[in-house]
C-alpha cells in the first residue's frame, strides 16, 4: 500500500510545552495538505490545512508549515495539553478526493 | 449541522460471507471517500464518489466495491470476506472533489 504503519513514533512532552510533529510527504505533485488528529475509537479530526501556495497557516494554538523544496510538512502546537494526546497523520492530497496518509505520529502529553 | 455518520459501528462476519457498510455525509457535501485502516498498513485509499459516480480507486481488489446514491450517502460492500479484511472502514464527505474532508466514525468489521 502507499501508507506505511508499521512502527508508530511516539512523541512525549510535558503540558504547557510546545509540541513539533514532522511528516515527509512523497509526491512532489501534492498541492493540498492537511493535518488530522484520531483519538481512541473515534475518526480523524481535522485540524488544518495548507495549500501549496503558502508556506505557513496559523489556526487557534496550531501552525502548519510546508517546506515544498524538501517535501516537510511540520505541525506545531502551543502550550500543549492533555487534551491534545492522540495519533496525528498528515495527508496529502493531489487526485480529486485521494488522501494519502502518513504513518502518523503518537503524542503523549504528561500532566 | 450534523456530522458524518456511519453504520453499523461494529461488525463481525466470517469468511466467505460479504457485508455492506453505509455512509451519510454532512448534509451539502457531495464527495464520499471510503478508507481502511489497520495497525499494519495504516490508513489507505478505497475509492472516492462524487455525483453518483466513481472518481477515483485505490490498490484494493474487485471484492471492494461501492456506490453512491441521489442523496450523497454512499455504500461499501466486500465480498467473499478473508481474514485480512479485519479493519476500521472509514467514511470521509466534502463539499467537493479535492476539498477538505471530514471524517465519521468508521465502521469496526471482525472477519473471523
Known amino acids: 500500500g502507499e501508507s506505511v504503519g508499521l512502527h508508530l513514533p511516539t512523541l512525549s512532552v510535558q503540558e504547557g510545552d510546545n509540541s513539533i510533529i514532522n511528516c515527509a510527504y512523497s509526491n512532489s505533485a501534492s498541492d493540498y495538505f492537511i493535518w488530522y488528529k484520531q483519538e481512541s475509537g473515534k475518526g480523524p479530526q481535522f485540524i488544518i490545512d495548507?495549500?501549496?501556495?503558502?508556506d505557513k497557516r496559523q489556526g487557534q494554538r496550531v501552525t502548519v508549515l510546508l517546506n515544498k523544496t524538501v517535501k516537510h510538512l511540520s505541525l506545531q502546537i502551543a502550550a500543549t495539553q492533555p487534551g491534545d494526546s492522540a495519533v496525528y497523520f498528515c495527508?496529502?492530497?493531489?487526485?480529486?478526493?485521494?488522501?494519502?496518509f502518513g504513518q502518523g505520529t503518537e503524542l503523549s502529553v504528561k500532566p | 449541522k450534523a456530522g458524518v455518520t456511519q453504520t453499523p459501528r461494529y461488525l463481525i462476519k466470517t469468511r466467505g460471507q460479504q457485508v455492506t457498510l453505509s455512509c451519510s455525509p454532512i448534509s451539502g457535501h457531495r464527495s464520499v471517500s471510503w478508507y481502511q485502516q489497520t495497525p499494519g498498513q495504516g490508513l489507505q485509499f478505497l475509492f472516492e464518489?462524487?455525483?453518483?459516480?466513481?472518481?477515483n480507486k485505490g490498490n484494493f481488489p474487485g471484492r471492494f466495491s461501492g456506490r453512491q446514491f441521489s442523496n450523497s450517502r454512499s455504500e461499501m460492500n466486500v465480498s467473499t470476506l478473508e481474514l485480512g479484511d479485519s479493519a476500521l472502514y472509514l467514511c470521509?464527505?466534502?463539499?467537493?472533489?479535492?476539498?477538505?474532508?471530514?471524517f465519521g466514525p468508521g465502521t469496526r468489521l471482525l472477519v473471523l
Open positions: 495527508a496529502e492530497n493531489n487526485q480529486g478526493g485521494k488522501l494519502i
Open positions: 464518489y462524487f455525483s453518483e459516480t466513481q472518481r
Open positions: 470521509a464527505s466534502s463539499p467537493g472533489s479535492g476539498e477538505t474532508q471530514y
Open positions: 495548507i495549500r501549496s501556495n503558502m
